[in-house]
């Protein structure tokens, strides 16, 4: 995602916190603002272009090698190479967040990490290999030449919201809070934390890559890549994907907020 759809994750995470790993985050990352998570949520993206941080670039995605729209399907083995992928990536960090032994600047790195990488699992085409997940599907988007990732990334959840600014995730947070505690995730959410257990984060991680990776074939490309290279989205294409953005974002704010709670409490599973 971009700056919107991360630090949108964020603020959802925050309403879900427990008072507990709220005060425990806030501490860790020197910061008692009301955007504790949200102002740390892109620091991954900026930190993959530096020298020091190059290695992490593989780190945000897994490449499916499966094959849409005919089958979708992530398998660890087959998907995570040697150097890390963004499942290999969630359970490492998610190790090195709590631990006495562990600096606290490398803790608060590894919080920083398990923040924006819960983002990402949750982007259809960060679980997939087609094309470079995307990004070598050239499309045009309200008549400005782009890419399939791009505009999966931002410009669909910022024509929605109608900018990108840390108000804008505030924003757009609330309303998918509203729909999460009594709207339309209000029953499906109870299931949003099914898989999730502390102590196997690889399995974890894999129930969410699998579930964004679904909708590859449901919805990212239905008709296969041919249908959508080379046209303009904005219409029934942008129409059809934004339900599934929202829901998406809405689960990796939710799921977000569980993990920590599970990381601080040292707890095993939710519930
Ligand atoms: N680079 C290679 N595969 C990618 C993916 N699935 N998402 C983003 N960047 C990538
Ligand atoms: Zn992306
Ligand atoms: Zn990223």
Not at 2 to 30: C, R, Y
Not at 204 to 215: G, H, I, K, T
Not at 224 to 234: I, M, R, S, Y
Not at 263 to 271: F, R
Request: charged share 20%; hydrophobic share 40%.
């Amino acid at each position: 995602w971009g700056t919107l759809g991360h630090d949108t994750v964020a603020f959802i995470a925050q309403s879900f916190l427990s008072n507990k790993t709220a005060s425990f985050a806030k501490t860790l990352l020197n910061d008692s603002s009301d955007a504790y998570l949200a102002n740390v949520a892109t620091w991954a993206d900026s930190y993959r272009y530096t020298t020091e941080g190059a290695f992490s670039a593989p780190l945000h995605y897994i490449d499916a090698l499966d094959d849409p729209p005919t089958s979708c399907d992530v398998d660890f083995e087959r998907d995570c190479p040697e150097e890390g992928c963004i499942v290999s990536a969630i359970a490492n960090y998610t190790s090195r967040i709590t631990p006495s032994n562990i600096s606290v600047a490398e803790r608060q790195k590894a919080l920083k990490w398990v923040i924006h990488f819960l983002g990402d699992i949750h982007q259809p085409l960060h679980v997939e290999n087609l094309e470079i997940g995307g990004n070598g599907i050239n499309v045009t988007f309200d008549g400005v030449a782009t890419n399939l990732h791009h505009i999966w990334d931002s410009n669909m959840p910022e024509k929605l919201i109608g900018g990108y600014s840390l108000e804008d995730a505030r924003t757009w947070s609330g309303e998918l809070v509203a729909e999460i505690q009594s709207g339309k995730y209000a029953n499906a959410s109870s299931t949003w934390l099914n898989g999730m257990d502390r102590n196997d984060p690889v399995a974890s991680a894999m129930v969410w890559a699998q579930d964004a990776n679904s909708y590859v074939c449901t919805t990212v490309v239905p008709q296969g890549q041919g249908a959508v290279e080379g046209k303009e989205l904005e219409g029934e294409y942008y129409d059809a994907a934004i339900p599934v953005i929202q829901q998406q974002i809405a689960k990796a704010g939710v799921r977000l907020a569980a993990w920590l709670n599970l990381i601080v409490e040292g707890k095993t599973s939710p519930g």
